[in-house]
């Protein structure tokens, strides 16, 4: 069983940046395509970027190309989030995921990641 948390969460202004930890446990990381994924309230949780096993592919939702960027450390068993320009709009409870590698993770559909985090809570906010 790979267990993820997630870590990094808090309050920043508009504008402002975060980097959000994914640290893994229980199996090699690098087995393993990552995702991130986010949850407002009322809202369905979203897909917003993904990642490979080795790191070479990266996918990101159209909202936050350009501003996020994804990257993991498979020697840390440890995925990452940099967030640039945040908006409030991002405000979100965020998890990251693991897939099987034969999974459909690529397009960051919910039921393609088996392994989930408990989340943290991201808050833009002036």
């Known amino acids: 069983q790979l267990q993820l948390v997630e870590s990094g969460g808090g309050l920043v202004q508009p504008g402002g940046s975060l980097k959000l930890s994914c640290a893994t446990s229980?199996?090699?990381?690098?087995?393993?395509?990552v995702g991130w994924f986010r949850q407002a309230p009322g809202k369905e949780r979203e897909g917003i970027s993904c990642?490979?096993?080795?790191?070479?592919?990266?996918n990101y939702m159209d909202s936050v190309k350009g501003r996020f960027t994804i990257s993991r450390d498979n020697a840390k068993n440890t995925v990452y989030l940099q967030m640039n320009d945040l908006k409030p709009e991002d405000t979100a409870v965020y998890y990251c995921?693991?897939?099987?590698?034969?999974?459909?993770?690529?397009?960051?559909?919910?039921?393609?990641?088996?392994?989930w985090g408990q989340g943290t809570q991201v808050v833009v906010a002036s």
């Open positions: 995921a693991a897939a099987e590698r034969l999974a459909n993770w690529w397009h960051l559909i919910v039921p393609g990641y088996k392994y």
């Open positions: 229980g199996l090699p990381l690098d087995n393993y395509p």
């Open positions: 990642i490979s096993t080795s790191g070479d592919s990266t």
